[in-house]
């Protein structure tokens, strides 16, 4: 015991802990997506990996992002908060009135060729919004007020904004970072009360006055209560989940992509790795998520720059809440929702922004203190070192 707080005490553990998770996320879901799509992407382009490919292009352009948001100082990502934020509404506006509709779903934008979805980049431009109105305030914050004005206006706006396009999942996730943000600066607990009440009370009424919705809502307990209809997805998520037993029945020897689970190599992603990779699989990358989030809450409780702190909150509670939303669903704890499992699921859209928020989390853990001066120690000594070989 004493061992493991020695190893978590020393100065590049976080910044360890961090590379390391997200490393191990990233290859457990290239070959989670390789194995899931491989039977759609055949049936549609006659190559097996075909939608591999994109994933793998996706990551060769997230990991120079996430590389240059790691090294870009803090004063530049502040400065970048209010234009981020105010590129998110306009594109979450467009979406709503122009956007392309995705399974009843209209956040998806075209651009030329190209189709985004607004909502993962409003994500973390809210987040670093959020955190830089917040650490402007930080000797304000004892007043309700200050917590208040402007940041819930405008991640309420966004929320609506979402909701037009009928995306409730991504309005949930927007509403998990709102009150994530007014936790970390002490909000009373009578406004999280208050705002539980509103929300339960909007997402009723969504679903009552949409049939599809609904349906989803009321069978998600039983799924095979409608089976052939909107039971059918989570059915059989659950059945692979079931299928896979403790260890799996292997990569690539999923039963359920091959047509009867929607969605596999997407939001149902978590259930072709239960059936290929078992429960311990599906335990390590919940362990990995939880991992991230450890790290990510050190880097907030360490530092002493209020921004870091917020940012570094805000991107834990988007991670873990999006985590724990995506795996309630395959295990049909949750309705389904649509949202993609951070890291593993397909999609450029949710993994660039993702990557370049873990990488701003990275350059917070490499610029504390004693990061810092550790890192100096380890260039100085490999120079060092280099200099006696010659």
């Known amino acids: 015991m004493q061992a493991l707080q020695d190893a978590l005490d020393r100065p590049l553990t976080t910044y360890y802990l961090l590379l390391g998770s997200v490393a191990l996320l990233l290859t457990i879901g290239l070959i989670m997506v390789l194995s899931a799509s491989s039977v759609q992407a055949f049936e549609q382009t006659g190559d097996s990996y075909s939608i ?71 994500k973390l431009s809210l987040i670093l919004w959020a955190a830089h109105i917040y650490a402007n305030k930080e000797r304000r914050l004892g007043s309700l007020h200050e917590m208040l004005v402007p940041v819930v206006p405008g991640m309420l706006l966004a929320t609506v904004l979402v909701v037009v396009g009928r995306d409730l999942g991504t309005a949930l996730v927007f509403f998990a970072l709102l009150v994530g943000m007014l936790w970390v600066v002490g909000a009373p607990t009578r406004l999280f009360v208050l705002a539980l009440s509103m929300v339960s009370v909007l997402a009723i009424g969504m679903a009552a006055i949409d049939t599809e919705r609904l ?96 940012t570094s909150f805000g991107i834990a509670v988007w991670l873990l809440g999006q985590m724990i939303i995506n795996v309630g669903m395959v295990l049909a704890l949750l309705p389904v929702i649509g949202i993609p499992l951070p890291l593993v699921s397909y999609g450029g859209s949710s993994l660039l922004p993702t990557l370049s928020a873990l990488g701003l989390v990275i350059g917070f853990a490499r610029r504390e203190p004693a990061a810092k001066r550790a890192l100096a120690q380890r260039r100085r000594a490999r120079t060092k070192g280099l200099a006696a070989r010659r």
């Open 52 to 122: 591999v490919k994109r994933q793998l292009l996706w990551v060769l352009i997230g990991v120079p992002c996430a590389f240059i948001a790691s090294r870009v100082a803090d004063r530049w990502v502040r400065r970048l908060a209010y234009p981020a934020f105010s590129v998110s509404l306009l594109l979450l506006a467009l979406t709503a009135v122009i956007g392309v509709s995705v399974n009843g779903n209209q956040n998806w934008l075209a651009l030329g060729p190209v189709q985004i979805q607004p909502s993962e980049i409003a």
């Open 215 to 310: 349906a989803r809502i009321t069978n998600f307990v039983d799924p095979f209560k409608d089976y052939h209809g909107t039971g059918w997805q989570p059915a059989h998520g659950l059945y692979a989940m079931a299928s896979g037993g403790i260890f799996g029945e292997g990569i690539g020897a999923s039963q359920q992509k091959w047509g009867s689970l929607p969605e596999a190599h997407t939001d149902f992603i978590f259930a072709v790795l239960g059936e290929e990779l078992g429960l311990a699989g599906t335990l390590l990358v919940v362990g990995l998520f939880l991992v991230l989030a450890y790290a990510i809450l050190r880097v907030a409780r360490q530092t002493k720059d209020p921004f870091v702190r917020y």
